[in-house]
């Protein structure tokens, strides 16, 4: 699991993606300035403080999570940050995880069951929805960001007997793919995909929209990842 902020190029970021590679989004790492522990009424809650940046680049994002573990297992994060509005605005803020490629089902309680952001949601309807993995994927002919559900109350991926769940008070944006956004990113035409071996699954708090740059004006401010500050919940559950 590890933070996540970048996207895959879609054609209608054809104009922003310089703008994102000059600030570093695409080799994002994560710098730790500070853990403390706390074990309490049968919780244990880990805060850390941390940033995000480039290699020997300013930190664009920076805040503290807090994660809060219960006696049953379930994993609680908060999170409270704040961005550097010198950098232009992100792609998507979130989580990624590396599931086990047996996880290859996605359910959810969103807009489905085409893709949906947060401008680009009107063909979708808001219901749960389930499917494989293998199919949630939009074969665009050259390869880009794609099949993320908007406005999710909660999402799991499962392998059949055990399933990991995520939910928030806030809504999510969710994808499951068996590609990475690096090979997709990386590939000029679709049929050159090659899987990742993985269920690579991205829990996003925040992502920017799809906008119509390609062709049009620019994404709309009101689209974008572009807070100074923001917070975040999100629960994991296995259930």
């Known amino acids: 699991m590890e933070w996540n902020i970048f996207r895959a190029p879609t ?9 994102w590679e000059k600030m570093g989004y695409d080799r994002m790492t994560s710098k730790v300035y500070g853990v403390e522990v706390c074990d309490e009424n049968g919780l244990v809650s880990i805060a850390c403080r941390f940033g995000l940046g480039a290699v020997s680049r300013k930190t664009f994002l920076n805040g503290t999570a807090v994660w809060t573990i219960d006696a049953e297992g379930a994993v609680d994060l908060a999170l409270d940050m704040q961005r550097d509005t ?7 803020f979130g989580l990624r995880l590396f599931m086990p ?16 952001y947060c401008d680009k949601h009107r063909a979708s309807w808001l219901g749960l929805f389930a499917g494989d993995v293998a199919d949630e994927y939009e074969p ?20 059949g007997a055990v399933a990991l769940r995520a939910a928030s008070p806030e809504t999510l944006s969710v994808n499951a793919s068996v590609y990475t956004q690096e090979e997709l990113a990386a590939k000029k035409h679709n049929y050159e995909l090659q899987p990742s071996g993985y269920t690579v699954w991205c829990v996003d ?4 929209g799809i906008g119509s740059n390609s062709c049009g004006p620019a ?7 572009n807070d100074a500050a923001f917070s975040a919940h999100v629960r994991f559950t296995v259930e």
């Not at 010198?86 to 998507?92: E, G, K, Q, V, Y």
């Open 101 to 116: 490629e047996t996880f290859g089902t996605l359910e959810y309680y969103g807009y489905g069951p085409y893709e949906s």
């Open 219 to 225: 994404l709309k401010e009101k689209y974008q990842v």
């Open 140 to 159: 665009y002919i050259k390869p880009q960001e794609n099949m993320s559900h908007w406005g999710c109350r909660y999402a799991a991926v499962s392998d």
């Open 11 to 19: 054609d209608n970021d054809r104009n922003i993606r310089i703008e």
């Open 86 to 92: 010198r950098f232009t605005f992100l792609p998507r």
């Open 205 to 208: 708090m925040k992502h920017s």
